[in-house]
T-cell receptor, first 112, second 113 residues
Framework: DARVTQTPRHKVTEMGQEVTMRCQPI?????VFWYRQTMMQGLELLAY????????DSGMPKDRFSAEMPDATLATLKIQPSEPRDSAVYFC??????????FGPGTRLTVL | KQEVTQIPAALSVPEGENLVLNCSFT??????LQWFRQDPGKGLTSLLL?????REQTSGRLNASLDKSSGRSTLYIAASQPGDSATYLC????????????FGEGTQLTVNP
């Protein structure tokens, strides 16, 4: 049963600390997305990769956020330094090209 | 900029009722439209994907239609069950948004036993 996995599932940290979230896309998928969900903004794209190359990171605050794909089986989203307004659920999704996207269970981040 | 709107924002129905959820989008140059389900505190489960060249897709009790020219999609749920209670999200790719999904705000569905 192929699925997207994300770690950690929950993270509580203090303002100013570094946070790293990890995602393992479905094997064979060449496109990986990072979305953020908040009550106020809903679901919004932060960044996405195709064949490990970043295609769009316009939704990401670049001064503190960074996204990478060290290899085809791992995507990371890093926040440094974290702020309370970063508290949200972060979802990773993967797909093949521009077709159906499959979402992971999310990382619920709380920054105190 | 693509905008997606879902109506109604919330819906409460008795078990067994057939229901329709609505989604509209402003830029008709989409690649595809995807319907998701989200349970409280959980991730998104893909329900149906409609390619821009298609008019509808069916899966079990679910039927989604797409009218690209008018910028509308509907999700029809037949014989609703309490287990269908969740938030249903509509999202599109394409146009100025490229491969990114642009989401609506969702319809929160409650099916009462």
């Amino acid at each position: 049963d192929a699925r997207v996995t994300q770690t950690p599932r929950h993270k509580v940290t203090e303002m100013g600390q570094e946070v790293t979230m990890r995602c393992q896309p479905i094997l064979g998928h060449n496109t990986v997305f990072w979305y953020r969900q908040t009550m106020m903004q809903g679901l919004e794209l932060l960044a996405y990769f195709r064949n490990r190359a970043p295609l769009d990171d316009s939704g990401m605050p670049k001064d503190r956020f960074s996204a990478e794909m060290p290899d085809a089986t791992l995507a990371t989203l890093k926040i440094q330094p974290s702020e309370p307004r970063d508290s949200a659920v972060y979802f990773c999704a993967s797909g093949l090209g521009s077709f159906e996207q499959f979402f992971g269970p999310g990382t619920r981040l709380t920054v105190l | 900029k693509q905008e997606v709107t879902q109506i109604p924002a919330a819906l409460s129905v008795p078990e067994g009722e057939n229901l329709v959820l609505n989604c509209s989008f402003t830029d008709s140059a989409i690649y595809n439209l995807q319907w998701f389900r989200q349970d409280p505190g959980k991730g998104l489960t893909s329900l149906l994907l409609i390619q821009s060249s298609q008019r509808e897709q069916t899966s079990g009790r679910l039927n989604a239609s797409l009218d690209k020219s008018s910028g509308r999609s509907t999700l029809y749920i037949a014989a609703s069950q309490p287990g269908d209670s969740a938030t249903y999200l509509c999202a599109v790719t394409g146009g100025t948004s490229g491969s990114r999904l642009t989401f609506g705000e969702g319809t929160q569905l409650t099916v009462n036993p």
